[in-house]
């Protein structure tokens, strides 16, 4: 009897050590393991993909014309904890920074005190996208492009506030990562188109899993001067051996809505196949993409869904699930779509 047991035992053992193989297997084989098994945007990638690099399709698409857009900020990114990474770096900057708090500007300061109500109290502010862009351009003027990509990093070095397990620079959607290595190893080029700073974005990207290069990354912008220029206009102005590029203080284009699509053709010179966002603020992007393209082309919107792993939005989501109907873009629930947001070494508090 006990042989018996023991021989039970044994069996048991091994099928669940085969289970265990299996599942191994088959996260290694699946490019979007970190999506539920029965995502619809998942298969609908997948089929499209399929589709798409079959050179007998009639949906091929050549590599040189495989381009996809990326929004950041609650596309591949955390969005709001409790604002924007960049409207968070603007309140640092300005109430916070022992070095710079007492040097602040007036309007830097209101600027940065209605972010706080936004955050704090819900308000509502006109107009507070370009205000922002103004005084993140002004609160670092001067700066080499180095120091500020150095100041970004030791900013993501903080905590986030609503989560355990997280540091500000860590916040990474991982299924949407996921997304983007699935293209590059289907030949396809890969832009982030956000609304965030340029330099900003940049920093954010700097050493981290997102894997894309800086000429890659294309959001709103600010001047850069070199070190010696002064009040001279770049026209007027040689680079010379010992200068350094600086942020010159003037914001430029807040990349959002329209924006976007014009940055795109004039950054990127073509239309893409593929767009991912998650508000309206990529609507435009996500229309330009689908409207009349000569190849087949999809747009992915994210809805904010999930309360519990992420500080997620129930009504926006249903706005977002409503316009994705209306407009024929494919939604995607992070709730229901994905097996894990930041990782199962991070939780909400």
């Known amino acids: 009897m006990k042989k018996i047991v023991s021989l039970l035992l044994m069996l048991l053992l091994a099928l669940g050590m085969m289970s265990a193989i299996a599942e191994s297997e088959t996260a290694e084989n699946d490019p979007l393991s970190l999506w539920t098994k029965d995502a619809v945007p998942k298969e609908m990638l997948v089929t499209y993909m399929t589709a798409i690099t079959d ?44 070095d710079y708090r007492d040097k602040a500007s007036d309007f830097e300061r209101e600027t940065a005190l209605k972010i706080v109500g936004q955050n704090n109290y819900g308000l509502s502010f006109s107009g507070l996208e370009v205000d922002h862009g103004k005084c993140i351009a002004s609160a670092f003027a001067g700066m080499t492009l180095e120091a500020f990509n150095d100041y970004i990093q030791e900013f993501k070095k903080l905590p986030m506030p609503s989560y355990d397990g997280m540091k ?146 129930q009504s926006k989501a249903d706005k977002m699930f409503s316009l994705c109907e209306n407009f024929g873009w494919v939604p995607i629930s992070m709730r229901d779509d994905w097996t894990t947001i930041y990782g199962d070494g991070v939780t909400k508090k």
């Open 55 to 98: 050179e007998n399709s009639e949906d091929y698409i050549p590599p040189v014309d495989r381009i996809a857009v990326f929004d950041l900020d609650g596309t591949l990114f955390c969005e709001t904890d409790p604002n924007y990474f960049d409207y968070t770096l603007l309140v640092h900057r300005v109430l916070e920074d022992p």
């Open 168 to 313: 500000r620079g860590d916040g990474w959607y991982l299924p949407m990562l996921q997304v983007i290595e699935y293209l590059k190893a289907n030949d396809f080029t890969v832009y982030v188109v956000s609304g965030t700073d340029r330099f900003i974005v940049r920093g954010i990207a700097y050493d981290s899993p997102l894997g894309l290069p800086p000429r890659n990354i294309i959001g709103s912008d600010e001047t850069v001067v070199a070190s010696k220029q002064g009040k001279e206009d770049g026209l007027n102005y040689v680079f010379v051996e010992d200068d350094e590029l600086i942020l010159g203080g003037d914001f430029v284009v807040k990349n959002l809505k329209m924006n976007k699509v014009a940055v795109i053709i004039q950054e990127i010179g073509q239309k893409p196949v593929l767009s991912f966002g998650n508000s309206t603020g990529d609507a435009s992007m996500a229309e330009y993409v689908t409207s009349n393209n000569r190849y087949a082309s999809m747009a992915f919107m994210l809805c904010c869904d999930d309360t519990v792993r992420e500080n997620g939005s």
